[in-house]
Each structure stands twice: as structure tokens, then as C-alpha cells.
């Protein structure tokens, strides 16, 4: 198997991979993402320096890698090419396979299979990129960008969504004197009042509660870290307790229903061993449970996820408190700081 760009095999153990001398133009082109740079900012910039591109390198029998000189573009680096570097945990040190599967014997065609079906090992090998920085950069780049030139002042993009109907909110400059920049409903913009209500929030004064938050945090994260990671873990909780509890129940009704279904469907197969029932009325009646237990199975898998995720807010909490904690209380606001700290403004 061909080690990923930015590694190699080590000499002493082919199953294991340590950094190569492309180590460093990968954990650049991270750091150009949390900048706020776009993939297809970053290949330009790769492409204008004469970087060649993972595609223009062979790996040799001695397993090291080297320049491919039949490539015949070797530094043409593309949007996507940037974008697939970016979003592998490779470089968080984890190793995920199973991701793809054929469609069949005969159509050897790959597809992706489902995420809950991916086999992944952590910290298998020497990360590159910090897990902060990785999930900080998956946010980034799933924000949809303008084709226009990004406006420098929309600090907040990608991050505010309405409390009423959930849609993003848009940066506007008003067409006025005092040019006041503002953040209106995306819905409410291009549909009118009846799908939103006008509501508005000025940037300054976002800027200013937010700022205020931050320091807010950093500040208790100084005082006393522990108690401050427990009112994180308590503040979490008391939201999510309920969710918790309804998804249980939930999980719990499914997995009668699907031991009510096994039983049913060997029961019906007993029947039409035995010719008690046809085998039209047999094919009919499992092909309904059969469907009724797929989609049973599929929203358990989901429900298990989401109850994982609720698992991981006590992690998260220490996690955010030992990011925090880095930070001085700040003046300023920044594209970087903002996507670093926060996931989401919710503004009602």
C-alpha cells in the first residue's frame, strides 16, 4: 500500500509511517486553510511555486519516494487534490480503511461505503497536524464559498445561523452614510417576512459580545481550571440529559421490535417449509419486514452515534479548557480565532 503524502514507511517496520521530507508543505498548506485561505487559493500557490503534486511521485521498490518525470503536469496542483489532502485524519495519526467498497463482482467500480462501516486505529504513527487544527480546518472548508473575492470584513462567516428558522446570516453593508455593517437573515433577505421575521444584529456590536464571551472563559480557565472544566461538563449535561434519555427509550423500543421481527421472519419461514403459507404470501410478508428491519437497523446505528457523541462532551470540555487556557485576554477578533474557539453563533 502507497503511503500518503507527507509519509513514508519506516525502514525498520513497512507497517509503520513516519514523516517525510513533504511533511512540511502538508502542514502548510494546513496552516494557509486556518488562515482562511480556500483549496483553490492554495493550489495556486503551490501550483506558482513549482511544488510538485502528490500524483507527480512514485514509490520505489527500496520504499522511498521519488519525482515521477513521465507526469506531464507535475505541478498542477487543483482544488480537489488540496481539498483531499486536507480532510484525511492521517494527519492526526489515525489510519481509517474500509472507506470504499466495488459495486459488485463484475462492476469493479468503487463507491463509498458508510461511515459506521469504516475501520479506524488512532495513533498509529507521528501526527502532522494537531486534532484542533484538523477539525478547525473540516469546518472551514465545508463552508460554501463566494466565487467572488471573500469580503476580509466577514469575520464571522460560516458561523452565525437564525434562532427562528436556522438559515445562515448574510454580511450586508448598509447603502448609507455611515456604511454600518450588519448580519440579516439569509432566509428573510431573498424570501421575505413570511418565512422569517427582520431581524438584524450590527458587526460591531457582535464583535463586541463575543469578545466579551471569549475573555469571559479565558478568564475563568485562569482562575481555576478544574472547576471551570466541571461548569462546562454540568452546563452540557443539563442540555443534553433529555436528549439522552428520549434516544435510550428510543434505542430500547427498536431493539424489541427487531427481536419481535427475527422471530417473525424464522416463524414465517417455518410456514412455508411446512406449506402452511404460499410462497407469494411468504416473499410479500418478508420483504415488508425485511424493509421495516433495515431501516430499524439504520436508525439504531444512528441513534448509537449520537449517544457516542454525547459520551465525548466530558473530553471536549477538558479539551477546550486546555485550548482556552493558551489565550490572553484578547482585543481583537480574527477569522483564525473565531474558528479555532467557536463552532457555532446562534442569534435570535
Known sequence: MRAPYGYKKSPENKHKLIPDEHAPIVQRMYRMAMEGKSCGVIANILKKESIPTPGAYLRDKDGILRKDERVKY?????????????????????????????????????VQRPEED???????????????????????????????????????????????????????????????????????????????????????????????????????????????IQQLV???????????????????????????????????????????????????MSSNFEKEETELKERYNEIKTKLSQYTQQNKSAKDFADLIEQYTPIKELDEILLNTLIKKIIVH
Request: hydrophobic residues 30%; charged residues 30%; glycine residues 4%.
Open 234 to 284: 454540568c452546563q452540557s449535561d443539563s442540555k443534553l440529559n433529555g436528549e439522552k434519555i428520549l434516544y435510550q427509550k428510543e434505542m430500547n423500543k427498536i431493539s424489541q421490535r427487531l427481536d419481535e421481527l427475527n422471530v417473525l421472519l424464522q416463524s414465517m419461514y417455518e410456514d412455508k417449509v411446512f406449506k402452511r403459507i404460499s410462497e407469494e404470501r411468504y416473499s410479500s
Open 74 to 110: 507535475p505541478y498542477d496542483w487543483i482544488q480537489s487534490t488540496v481539498r483531499d489532502v486536507l480532510m484525511k485524519e492521517v494527519y492526526i495519526g489515525n489510519i481509517v480503511s474500509l472507506r470504499y467498497t466495488s459495486k459488485s463482482f463484475k462492476d469493479k467500480r468503487l
Open 118 to 228: 469504516w475501520i479506524k486505529v488512532e495513533n498509529t504513527h507521528e501526527p502532522l497536524i494537531d486534532e484542533e487544527t484538523f477539525y478547525t480546518v473540516q469546518k472551514r472548508i465545508s463552508i460554501k464559498r463566494p466565487k467572488y473575492k471573500p469580503n476580509p470584513e466577514n469575520i464571522f462567516r460560516g458561523l452565525l445561523f437564525c434562532g427562528e428558522c436556522g438559515s445562515s446570516l448574510v454580511y450586508k453593508r448598509e447603502n448609507c452614510k455611515t456604511g454600518t455593517a450588519k448580519y440579516n437573515c439569509n432566509l428573510h433577505v431573498h424570501r421575505g417576512k413570511k418565512y422569517c421575521t427582520t431581524h438584524t444584529v450590527k458587526a460591531e456590536d457582535l464583535k463586541t459580545i463575543v469578545t466579551g464571551d471569549i475573555n469571559h472563559h479565558i478568564l475563568l480557565s485562569k482562575k481555576d481550571k478544574n472547576a471551570y
